[in-house]
């Protein structure tokens, strides 16, 4: 079963390898089915170069293991509560990569200096609030998820497809897992260009609100005009 979803979140995972925005066995990709709300992850600890299909994990929304021989990503938690609370996405993306990872554990929002940011996300990176101890000592990972989500309380997760966890790393998402992974390798660009542009100049202003919606609009609005139909 889910053979398709196995398929596309192992080549997603492979991306995220390809792209050089992971090593080890770090970071995870994972996609779901909505109707059969179940969805499929990277298992836990395997190096990407021995990734199969058939090794990805099947898992419920209660994180029960419903197809698959080796154990989830430690992160699946973190998923399921982006799923569930997140109602328009159909992927997650987690990567330690080096320049996103550079402003979670700065625990600072990665500011909209330009257009190269502002044709993605619609305005700063947000940065979560660190847990507490209480936090990291009970359901960590889960605890994770929920500070994701409350820092999204007034954000638009479909304008806003990344968060940075402070301390700890960027997560990203998308319709599938392959724009899931897209928008990790924007960030990672992103994040690049901002600590270059603040390196050059500490003072520099964030983007205009005109110059923030023009961009983004013209790829993402209701008129959007950029690209083919």
Not at 181 to 200: D, K, N, P, R, Y
Request: aromatic share 6%; glycine share 6%; charged share 20%.
């Amino acid at each position: 079963m889910f053979e398709d979803l196995k398929n596309a979140v192992c080549q997603a995972n492979m991306e995220l390898h390809r792209q050089k925005l992971t090593i080890c066995s770090w970071g995870n990709v994972s996609g779901i089915d909505r109707e059969a709300q179940v969805i499929v992850i990277k298992p836990s600890g395997i190096a990407y170069e021995e990734l199969t299909p058939a090794k990805m994990v099947a898992c419920d929304m209660n994180c029960k293991v419903v197809e698959g021989k080796l154990k989830p990503s430690s992160d699946t938690p973190i998923h399921l509560e982006l799923y569930r609370s997140f109602a328009s996405i159909g992927g997650v993306c987690h990567t330690h990569s080096p320049q996103a990872t550079t402003w979670a554990q700065a625990c600072r929002e990665i500011p909209c200096l330009g257009t190269t940011h502002a044709d993605y996300f619609y305005g700063a990176v947000p940065v979560t609030e660190p847990l507490s101890s209480e936090e990291i000592e009970g359901d960590f990972e889960i605890n994770t998820g929920k500070s994701i989500v409350r820092r999204f309380c007034t954000l638009d997760p479909q304008q806003m497809p990344a968060v940075l966890v402070a301390n700890h790393g960027p997560f990203t998402w998308g319709p599938t897992a392959a724009e899931a992974v897209e928008a990790a390798v924007v960030l990672e660009q992103v994040a690049l260009i901002a600590t270059g542009t603040l390196a050059i100049n500490p003072q520099q202003k964030v983007i205009s609100q005109v110059l923030l919606d023009k961009h983004y609009l013209r790829k993402h609005g209701k008129n959007a005009y950029y690209g083919q139909k």
